[in-house]
């Protein structure tokens, strides 16, 4: 009936009137008419002899056994598959195929019945070579009928059809399809309906409308923007060359630093394609190349640029001869020629909207992949960085919560689709209940038809989901992203307040990547034998945005303190720059900080009025200088304690004592050379780092290092109770001394053992340096803007007080530090001696038991000795009596 309801609007066209007719008397054969259905008024049918098209795919059935023939005669053997958008009727082809009923499956007594009748001429039945016949939806194959251009023709060729039971199990797939024009929009539609019977008896619907221009540059419609979407489009053009490029260069660059690191090609695609922008570059811009050749495909179509509807035969469209022989269509004289014709311009319409389609789609895709980009862009701001910075630090946690949740869906799906499947179509497959289940996830439910099923394990099943997927797993994950967005934000909070701390102390960083770009930047100058500043700013860069400016004091190279006496020379006092040491990948860290502030003497002298001194320049001392004894090196983090500290010690130790166990394995027995082939193969590195790590772990987890205690030394032990309890604070004379010597206190460290407490202060020590990546961290910490770097017999009133408060918290820090190293270091000596009482323990045990025994042994021993003396004494006393009674009668007697 809604068939049809589609020729429920006919009206004639004629050659010259301006306005529509009636359709009575109206015939499509002449040219100067032709009859046109309406559709929503403004939507004709624009072809010559089809309105609507029908094409079906006939279903194959095949005989069943014996067994079977009584229940159901035949079998179904077309693919269970929604057959109107894909090829049903190979099996035509490899079976002898009946209808349901079993009677041979042929086109003969249909094509006669239709001959027969008013509407001859309107079918094709070119199911047997998909691809090849016109007629068929798409040339999918099948019977192509064509429903005319009037209702009675409609009407007609359906009660055909319907007699010759083809609206029944008969038929895999039915499509009804037509083609319709807008002229105030200037736009074609291909209408589609379609039905598809499966093996199971369910009956499948489709219905697709597809719209889609045919002009360029050109056509009706109330907005006429063909010339600019040409514009744009040479500007998009423009623009997709660009970036083609720059993705060269970019990929040139990027191979070019492989080259410099020694990598191979595969390596290089690898580091490549891991980058996940660059794999958004790539497959956007490989989106877009697709795009732009749909697009030109769509737009140098011959048909599309050809064709054209009108009632005179000399402007009209016509098929080229070429498209005539490939088809097999018959001569213009032949009334046949119309119907193939508008079967003809089915198929190219189709090509058309398929080519426009992909253009559509892949346009959509392109504008996806560009609104990913432009993230790399707007993430440079702050305010969005955070964001997009908290999807890429939880991307892994992402990843695996995602794979959780699809693990545990799998499961829900698959359960319900064996309990509920076979009643309720939403169910009916694994991926169907998927769907399903998502909709759950986002508050969509329904459970009456899964009720109808079974309530009990509808409600469970419901429940259950909705606990572990609504209130379990959506809250992890939403905690999971909060909990990266708060450690995100609080370390960038970290980093705004060492950069504000470092703005008030003066302190600037910056970056270079090389040494070239240092060069070309800044200028530095060697003030004094211990300090360099900036002399130039050569040009705009890292340091202007830093804010350096000349004057400024070099604090720190590559996060240390440099001591520029011992890498400079004498004579070395400009172009500081060029004697840095770059790190391992080139870069060079610098940091600054502002000089210090002129004193009032120091203003006059700058003015003039106090006579300065002579300026000498550095390295070139005066004569007295030249003979005097050369200041004592400093022993400080950098030059002295990170070679000479406990771990250190250690190390050295570890080295002597491993010589001298090869001496004593040199001199040993066989089986400890046998023994000491295990350990041939590691290297010289790889035995030395055994060695100390050995010697380490029995200075830190145990109370005697070596493995076992000293019975020649001995140790006059420590005083707990005075652990922690010393508040006496460092006295100036102690703070002020400042007359140690490298030489003299390595002397001294020499003679000092190393203990276990000092093993774990020292490792505490290392960890919060390797931490901060800094030389001291905790003077770092301590540090004020008030302390001056001067000596320390000039500091005088309150600079001096500031510098015995610093000295004195640093001893607090220390002691608290070396208390915890104290903790730790008594905490393992504890696990120790309770891991040797439980071993006493234990051999005790074994001890009285193998004594016991030892006992019990004994006791049987000591009685059969008894009774084998017993049994003795007795038979000598026997013996005697036999060889002369009267002599030992006594020993009978007694």
Known sequence: TAIVGLYDSPVCAESGASQWTSSDNCSSISNSQQLLNRIANWNIGFLNTTFVRLTIQPACFVATEARWASGSPTLRKTPDAECWNSVCTEVLSTETCRTADGNILNTQSLANTINASGVSDTFSFGYDNPGTNLGPFRMLGGLAFSLGVTKEECQEMLALLNESRWFTENSASMVFDWLTYNGNMDLFTQNIVAFSLLETGILRRSSVARTFPMNVDAGGGYFNLHMLVLVLFGIYSALLFYHIVEMCRHVAAEFVQSRHMQKSCKNFLVDFLSEPWNLAELTSLGISLATFASFLVWVLNAFRAQYNFSMDEFLKYVVPNEEVKLYGMPQVVDPVRFLEDDWYFFRQFEGIQGTYAAFLELAALNSLFIALKTIKVVNQFGLVSKFSNTLGNGRSRNLYFIIVINLQMSGFALAMTVIFGTMVEEFSSPLSTMGALLYWVCGSSSLRPLMSVSPTLAVLFFVGFMI??????????????????????????????????????????????????????????????????????????????????????????????????????????????????????????????????KTLVAKFMHLGCVPKRRKVK?????????????????????????????????????????????????????????????????????????????????????????????????????????????????????????????????????????????????????????????????????????????????????????????????????????????????????????????????????????????????????????????????????????????????????
Not at 474 to 488: G, I, R, S, V
């Open 618 to 894: 550095p390295g070139r001392k005066m004569q007295q200088e030249a003979y005097a004894k050369p200041p004592a090196l400093r022993p400080t983090v950098r030059n002295f304690w990170r070679f000479h500290g406990a771990v250190a010690e250690v190390e050295k130790v570890s080295q002597v004592y491993r010589h001298q166990d090869e001496k004593e394995a040199d001199s040993g027995s066989d089986q400890d050379r046998e023994d000491d082939q295990v350990i041939e193969a590691l290297t010289e590195t790889e035995l030395a780092r055994m060695q100390a790590k050995k010697r380490l772990h029995g200075y830190l987890f145990s109370r005697w290092p070596d493995g076992k205690s000293s019975k020649h030394k001995s140790s006059s032990g420590i005083n707990l109770e005075s652990l922690g309890k010393d508040d006496s604070q460092l006295l100036e004379e102690d703070i002020m001394q400042d007359g140690w010597d490298v030489d003299e206190l390595t002397e001294m460290l020499e003679q000092m053992p190393v203990t276990g407490q000092e093993v774990w202060l020292d490792c505490l020590l290392l960890a919060l340096e390797e931490a901060v990546l800094d030389e001291s961290p905790i003077v770092e910490v301590l540090r004020t803007n008030g302390l001056q770097d001067a000596s320390k017999e000039k500091l005088k009133g309150p600079a001096r007080e500031k510098l015995l408060r610093f000295y004195r918290r640093l001893d607090q820090v220390v002691r608290i530090l070396e208390n915890k190293a104290f903790k730790r270091y008594f905490q393992n000596l504890q696990t120790e001696s309770e891991q040797r009482q439980s071993f006493f323990q234990q051999q005790n045990e074994v001890l009285h038991d193998y004594v016991c025994e030892l006992e019990n042994e004994f006791s049987e021993l000591s009685g059969t000795i008894h009774n084998y003396r017993t049994k003795k004494k007795e038979m000598i006393m026997q013996l005697a009596g036999l060889i002369d009674p009267e002599e030992y009668k006594q020993w009978r007697s007694s």
């Open 468 to 597: 572990i997927f609504r209130f379990i797993s959506t809250n992890m994950f939403l905690a999971t992203q909060l909990n990266t967005f708060a450690a995100l934000v609080g370390e960038r909070d970290i980093q705004k307040a060492k950069k504000e701390a470092n703005a008030k102390m003066g302190m600037k960083q910056v970056k270079y990547h090389n040494r070239r770009e240092l060069q070309d930047e800044l200028e530095l100058e060697r003030q004094s034998e211990d300090q360099v500043i900036v002399k130039k700013v050569l040009r705009p860069g890292l340091a202007l945005q830093a804010n350096v400016k000349p004057g400024d004091v070099v604090s720190k190279v590559n996060k240390q303190k440099v001591e520029w006496q011992t890498i400079l020379g004498d004579e070395e006092y400009e172009h500081i720059e060029r004697a840095l040491v770059p790190e391992q990948d080139g870069s060079i860290s610098i940091m600054f900080q502002d000089p210090p502030r």
